[in-house]
């Protein structure tokens, strides 16, 4: 069975993602990303963490944070893992049609959700909370500044599978490339789980 | 031919295959309703103003890990079979934010 052989439903293996070496490989070296990925996170939860009360007569979190955007962001990103799972479910099954739509719809809603965090980080911007305001603003930040740019980057991402794949279907060659992306979707929801409950609700704890 | 086949005749496998993958579906489905459940709990734990930070802190953070707990077994298939590298990978990464996070931690604790 190689790369590019033109497959059907009844010999497209059980798990396409892991039937080529390349595409084992993709699967073990992004994990290892992954590891990296948990430590760059952690350094910037732990700087946030350390600087979260210092507001140096600025704006604090209690102040700033409304629970309904958050609230709202959460929902969108955690749909969009789950429809980021129904794009690989079509995917396991040879249905090239559904998973694009899936795909399509988890674009859209992680497209909402960083339309949002513009929208979030203006106003605070507004109330007086600048990058350079207090070590709060910088941690704050850097830190969920530095999801959202791992939002755009997957959004980029999988709308660029999409694309350069349209024409050519679903085969051995790009079907790890789909999984792969999804994963590191499903991550990204990892991370904004401890976000909104280290930043946002610890923060309106106070 | 070669074509991962059990039983020599596609259509069954295939039929048997799709079966597998709707039920992996059906655990999925079941993760998300707890995902939104564990979230909608931290939610209303931070709103409720009368329990202390005591409590609700560490309350929240657990939710918030048994929340990432099924977001990497079920979303992430780390449940699934040929998943021992990832997951030495994964914990690595996360003892070293242990230590991180626990460092900074200690660093301001006065």
Known sequence: MHVEEKLTAETFPASPEKATLEGKNKFLGFWFFLGGETVLFASLFATFLSLRDRTAGGPSSDELFKMSIVFIATMLLLTSSLTSVYAMYHMKNFDFKKMQLWLGITVLLGAAFLGLEIYEFNEYVHEGLKYSTSAFASSFYT????????????????????????KRGLDLYNAPKFYVASLYWHFIDVVWVFIFTVVYLMGMVG | ???????????????????KNAEDMKHQV??????????????????????????????????AIVQVGFQLYYFMH????GHELPALFLYSGVFVAFLTIWAFMTVIWW
């Open chain 1, 143 to 166: 830190l969920v500044g530095t999801h959202g740019a791992h939002v755009a980057f997957g959004l980029l991402w999988i709308l660029t599978l999409m694309i350069r794949n349209a």
């Open chain 2, 1 to 19: 031919m070669e074509n991962h086949t059990n039983s020599g005749n596609p259509n069954v496998d295939l039929a048997y295959r799709r079966k």
């Open chain 2, 30 to 63: 079941i993760s998300f309703a707890l995902m939104i459940f564990l979230t909608l709990i931290a939610f209303f734990a931070v709103g409720y103003d009368k329990f202390s930070p005591w409590f609700s802190v560490p309350f929240i953070v657990l939710l």
């Open chain 2, 78 to 81: 780390m449940s699934h079979r």
